[in-house]
């Protein structure tokens, strides 16, 4: 699978290719049983969560003066499966993903949150925090 639209999309050319087929390939490719998480998007998205976590939190404590109690409610709001469902979508994400199954699981809100933090993952890795907080 090609990623090319995709990194035209995001701006952003991986030096580690494989790192983007890692970050879209589904556990169900090779059935749960048999799936190993270093085979699926399962750490990248585990690093990605941490990143986005950062890197809002980071964004949301220059810009803001709201007390610990906002800043928290507004980290929350802009991590959520809901909002990171939504970027998946804007981005075309689901369009990458290397699945089998019910489409409705792999185009599930959650399965496009993990998404987008697998591809943020992917991209802290390859080309480090800088860029990836910029990403997010």
């Known amino acids: 699978m090609s990623f090319d639209k995709l990194e035209r999309k995001i701006g952003l050319t ?3 290719r494989n790192l983007l087929t890692e970050a879209f390939t589904h556990g169900s490719v090779r059935g749960k049983t048999q799936s190993k998480d270093s085979e699926t998007y399962r750490r990248l998205e585990f690093l990605g969560d941490a990143v986005l976590r950062l890197a ?3 964004s949301i404590f220059r810009d803001s003066d709201g007390n610990v109690e906002r800043l ?3 980290r929350e ?3 959520s499966n809901h909002s990171l ?3 998946a979508k804007d981005l075309g994400l689901s369009n990458y993903l290397r699945g089998s ?3 409705n699981v792999i185009n599930s809100r959650l ?3 993990q998404l987008y933090e697998s591809l943020t993952g992917a991209i802290f ?3 480090g925090y800088e860029t990836a907080s910029k990403f997010v």
């Open 14 to 16: 991986l030096a580690t």
């Open 56 to 58: 809002v939190s980071e």
């Open 77 to 79: 709001k802009l991590v």
């Open 101 to 103: 199954g019910s489409g």
């Open 125 to 127: 890795v390859d080309r």
């Open 111 to 113: 399965v496009l949150a």
């Open 72 to 74: 928290h409610e507004t």
């Open 85 to 87: 469902a939504g970027a």
